[in-house]
């Protein structure tokens, strides 16, 4: 009887063990609700007890408070993905820039395109994002001819948000996400994932509707655990990754907001295969191979995304689009021979060499997007989105080298649907004060050792 007692509680046991994990994070979750809301007080001896003279601010309570929550959120999505072992192996690195010893860790083709293309076939549209501009990543892909490459920034349990999303978009949306796009993943050292990052999700049995509907009402997807924490957004460790990483010869480092005209990769290779120096360019004094961009322009629309350069100037003429950033930083993408551009339809179908320019002034401050090699210097890690003018360190290198800028005609980028205004100063401007005094402290230090590295040049002046 005894022995038949065992084997029953046995069986119990192994029956409901299976769903410890579940109920595990739920009761933490409850006793973390009600510690924070007041109705559950923990004793002393279970948790640290803090004297009256140090207790948190109610601004601080409430921020630590949205941070577990966050985290216990996050953790709870990351349970509910099956993971699995990868085809290939991933490997851990550094990041382009800094390396191993940097602050940053990076995991290569975490999640693979299903097609291949040759490393002269086409462009590789390269960008980076975070988990609430994901969605563009599909529009950018469906306009593309061409592979896409793309940095993930998912700090901490931002992993588990990315990775829920990146299961639907792969397997319920658009084909494009998963017949071009290549997803890395990259994140701070002090912030690593709370899953193991050398599993992938389970793409086997996808429940579509279920993943959608999750999304759709489920806000702690949304409310990213970077946002809650105050985190910078190390944009240019993103742009580095994407663009190391790509598999072709030519590509166009550009935001994940920004959409390209319809044609623009195979066009642009049509170009290059026929191009005829018909430009003026300055005589070379040696005969090592010229040192070249070729920009893509950038424009805002109210509305609609136009595909062809027809229908921009259209919206162009009508006031329903503007060159990009016209109206709150006119100098940053205002380019050589504007007027001429958005006036001159050029041949339909393809991509001309409509002028050309070095970054000397009025263009000391000009930040264009181009398509180029893997040759050319990469960006300041050490910038971050927040601090503003993240590019500016690489323009300044890319003059000091002589870097020609070739402006392309028919070829464009348009941001997504909104004209940006001018705007009162808002609590978020406020907050990005210290990132904007250290992106300028930054800036100093690494234009200061460019200069010693190539030699000053008057013609490149720091802005």
């Not at 800028?405 to 070829?411: N, Q």
């Amino acid at each position: 009887m005894t022995g038949l007692c065992s084997r029953r509680i046995l069986r119990l046991r192994l029956q409901y063990s299976r769903y410890w994990f579940m109920l595990v994070p739920t009761v933490a979750l409850i006793l973390f609700i009600f510690s924070v809301g007041g109705g559950f007080s923990f004793p002393c001896t279970l948790m640290t007890c803090h004297s009256e003279e140090s207790l948190p601010s109610p601004d601080q309570k409430r921020n630590g408070e949205l941070s577990s929550l966050s985290d216990l959120n996050g953790i709870e999505i990351c349970l509910s993905i099956k993971f699995v072992e990868p085809i290939q192996p991933l490997e851990l690195t550094g990041s382009p820039q800094l390396g191993t010893k940097g602050p940053y860790v990076v995991v290569y083709n975490y999640l693979k395109s299903s097609k291949f293309y040759a490393i002269n076939e086409t462009v590789t549209f390269t960008t980076h994002s975070t988990p609430e501009f994901m969605n563009n990543v599909g529009t950018i892909a469906e306009r593309w001819d061409g592979p896409v490459s793309v940095a993930l920034f998912v700090p901490s349990t931002d992993f588990c948000r990315t990775l829920h999303r990146l299961i639907f978009l792969r397997n319920c949306d658009k084909a494009a996400y998963r017949e071009k796009v290549t997803w890395h993943l990259y994140w701070p050292k002090d912030s690593p994932p709370p899953s193991s990052w050398s599993l992938v999700p389970d793409e086997t049995q996808v429940e579509c509707e279920k993943l959608a509907n999750d999304y759709r009402h489920n806000i702690d997807l949304k409310q990213t655990w970077r946002a809650v924490n105050h985190l910078s957004y190390p944009i240019n460790v993103g742009r580095n990754v994407a663009r190391q990483a790509s598999t072709t010869w030519f590509v166009l480092p550009s935001d994940v907001e920004l959409f390209p005209s319809i044609g623009l990769a195979p066009q642009f290779m049509n170009f290059i295969s026929h191009q005829s120096n018909n430009l003026k360019m300055p005589p070379r004094l040696n005969k090592d191979p010229p040192r070249r961009v070729y920009v893509v322009p950038v424009f805002e629309v109210k509305e609609i995304l136009p595909n062809k350069k027809e229908e921009l100037i259209i919206q162009l003429a009508r006031n329903s689009a503007v060159y990009f950033h016209r109206l709150v930083c006119p100098h940053c993408q205002r380019f050589p021979g504007i007027r001429k551009w958005i006036t001159e339809i050029g041949t339909p179908g393809q991509i001309h060499a409509m002028s050309w320019t070095q970054r000397v002034p009025p263009y000391h401050r000009w930040e264009p997007i181009f398509v180029c090699s893997p040759r050319e210097p990469l960006y300041d890690e050490l910038l971050s989105w927040d601090g503003l003018q993240d590019k500016m360190t690489q323009m300044h290198e890319l003059c000091l080298l002589g870097y020609e800028f070739v402006i392309l005609d028919r070829a464009f980028l348009v941001h997504a649907p909104g004209i940006k205004r001018p705007t009162r100063r808002s609590s978020r401007n406020s907050e990005r004060d210290a990132f904007v005094k250290e992106n300028a402290r930054i800036y100093e230090q690494v234009v200061t050792m460019l200069d010693t590295k190539y030699g000053g040049n008057t013609k490149c002046p720091h802005h």
